[in-house]
């Protein structure tokens, strides 16, 4: 056993024993927290899949954005104004039942696949690939994302901020 | 093709997405910019639907083949055009009767409109997902526009919990279909399509995007969330959601199973009829058990999501003219029929019941023809374009050899006569109740809303006698 | 070596555990942290195909499907923040105005 695989066993454990903890703990700071650890689990499997622009954006937009505007969210409808957060589960015996059954679907097709196994491309940094590609090919869909951002950012406005005093 | 040219072919886009760049300042700008905002809008969206006509004949992709131009994208950018026309149009005063006027509102239908376009021109899968997603958040916010309404907040929270969930089944789709065949682009895939016949992946990943696209139309079981969406948010928005946006799946779900996939194989289109009979039982059923007319509304939306796509599971070449004939048809009559409901619909929720309904025929009469017109459209009567376009899908149906699915088809719509017409006898052969006869002025229509479900009327009308009108372009398409 | 079926069956548990905790737990905000958890889980499909076949466009895909988690959860908690205002919840069961 390479290094390399002990690294992929460490993160995956990281990333499915964190998965786990967000969605099964009662106490929803832990489940906020354990959602860094899974973040940072991916990332380091996107370095392991020689995927370093994409490892780097994960940190910055995940950990960096998503979280804590998810962190925020869960101190505006707690803390402040101290209202208990109850966060049992709802019916799981069906929804267990329900996803089995998907996702056993989906391991018999991965299972049944024949499999380009070996990684035998060899990539020297994807960035300036990337890059280049968004500014040529992607150029539209790159326009597209940035429209998606600014409605985004103008629901996000529309909908929390106070009610316009109307004359 | 050069830039120009692209840049000439999605010109509706353009125009549509920087009248809303401009809204967006200029509500910045003036304290009271909602009348601006209003006739900009107004303006853009006829402007963009002359730049689709004008480039109908264009015929061809632009930006390295990602998005389709002329043609195919023409018609629907039209009809996009048309919807979130009606919809601002009904909008102003709407907005104001809920004391929620605000210039966002044009703002969000004019990106949305945008996101549609993109969603049912889009070659490339990726532009698939972020029209689908530009679209989609414009409508959560659109669904929670009345900020202090519980219900409207709700309705935006449902939308957009649903909303996500099924993105990302669709994404998971995607994520397959690229590794089995490493691209995105549907007309590579289109062409090399034999390769895949037997990749398992391949077809996992057209189940999971079916799973999503179904999510997006509300198609039965993926329905739950669309009537409390549908009842929560804003009546002209509730009109704009389950018609334009419903077009613009169906615009996409056509261009990735038919023109992608080459009409996928015979499992999938069986899936896709089971889907369909499930949505006009279940659709038409729950429809006849409702007492509000949002609701009423609603589900049938689910059956006609039904109807069409009869339409794809024929998958055949009357199929596919039958999901686009509908689709414009589908538009003018619930746009229209959600557009006398915003127009009856007093403040607080208020006359949204069927039973309210009683003596509208004699107290508006103008206003009772109409939405006895929008009825009768849905239900399917003849003179209108409702008929047109459910005879194109069941014949369909009888020509792709299953004849069950039309007699289906044809069993959910005698079921949807009975609460379509308990509308129209509610307005005409009940008494009518003493509060509304004691303050007339209760029920003021202005001439904006009154133009609006006029238009969808006669345009209901025109089409249903003369579908040739319509059909005609519908023989070119790429 | 570590084959690509791997990175593809961790993809799917971090799926499953995604999806199951979208339908069990009650909490809008919990609701919105498994979503996250779904689409990074694509996102872990999407690199892993890509490196292995050896084109860049899923790891661009990948750039779209962040754009778009970013812009869904701003909306997402500027609704939860307006219901939290008007009802002081945000527990979805209690949030039951329309029928669930």
Sequence with gaps: MSLFDVAFYVLAFITVGSAIVVVSSRNII????????????????????????????????????????????????????????????LHVGPAIVVTGAIMGTLFGVILKTKWFDILNVQWDGTTKKIGERLMTDFLLPFEVASVVLLVALLGAVIIARRERVKS | MNFYNDLLGISPVL???????????????????????????????????????????????????????????????????????????????YLAKRNINYGEFYILVLFATAGMMFLASGVDLIITFLGIELMSISLYVLAAFARTDPKSNEAGLKYLLLGAFATGFLLFGIAFIYGSTTTTNLKVISANFQNYQNDFLFWLGVGLLLVGFSFKVAAVPFHMWAPDVYEGAPTPASGFMSAVSKSAAFGAFVLVFIFGFNGTNEQVRYAIAIISVLSMALGN??????????????????????????????????????????????????????????????????????????????????????????????????????????????????????????????????????????????????????????????????????FAVLISAIGIFIIGILPTLVTRYFEKLF | MIPLSWYLFLSLILFTIGVLGVLIRRNAIVIFMCIELMLNSVNLALVGFSSYIGNEIGQMLVFFVLVVAAAEVSVGLAIIIAIFRNRLTVNIDEINLLKW
């Design chain 2, 15 to 93: 125009i549509v997405s920087l009248a809303g760049l401009i809204v967006v300042i200029l509500e910045a700008l003036f304290k009271k910019g909602e009348t601006i905002s209003y006739f900009l809008s107004i303006i853009s969206l006829i402007l963009a639907g002359l730049f689709a006509i004008y480039t109908y004949s264009m015929y061809s992709t632009a930006f390295n083949g990602m998005v389709a131009v002329g043609g195919y994208a023409s018609f629907f950018n039209f009809i996009f055009c048309v919807g979130a026309l009606l919809t601002i149009l009904l909008s102003k005063d």
């Design chain 2, 285 to 450: 059923i729950i429809a006849l058990s409702q007492t509000n007319i949002k609701r009423m509304l609603a589900y049938s939306s689910i059956a006609h999501a039904g109807y069409i796509l009869i339409g794809l599971a024929s998958a055949n070449e009357l199929g596919k003219q039958g999901v686009l004939y509908y689709s414009l048809a589908y538009i003018l009559m619930q746009v229209g029929a959600f557009g006398v409901v915003s127009i009856v619909e007093r403040e607080e929720n208020k006359a949204l019941n069927i039973n309210d309904y009683a003596g509208l025929g004699h107290r508006k009469p103008l206003i009772g023809v109409l939405m006895s017109i929008f009825m009768f459209s849905l239900t399917g009567f003849p003179p209108f374009a409702g008929f047109v376009g459910k005879y194109y899908l069941f014949a369909s149906a009888v020509q792709a050899k299953m004849t069950w699915l039309a007699v289906a088809g044809v069993l959910a719509t005698l079921v949807s006569v009975y609460y379509y017409l308990n509308v129209v006898i509610n307005m005409y052969l009940k008494e009518q109740p003493a509060e509304v006869l004691n303050n007339p002025e209760q029920e003021k229509i202005s001439i904006s809303s009154a």
């Design chain 1, 30 to 89: 832990y489940s906020a927290f354990a959602l860094l650890f899974t973040f940072f689990g991916v990332a380091g499997l996107y370095v392991l899949l020689n995927a370093d622009f994409i490892a780097v954006t994960q940190v910055l937009i995940y950990v960096g954005g998503i979280l804590v505007l998810i962190i925020f969210g869960v101190m505006l409808t707690t803390k402040v104004f101290d209202v208990p957060v109850k966060t049992e589960t």
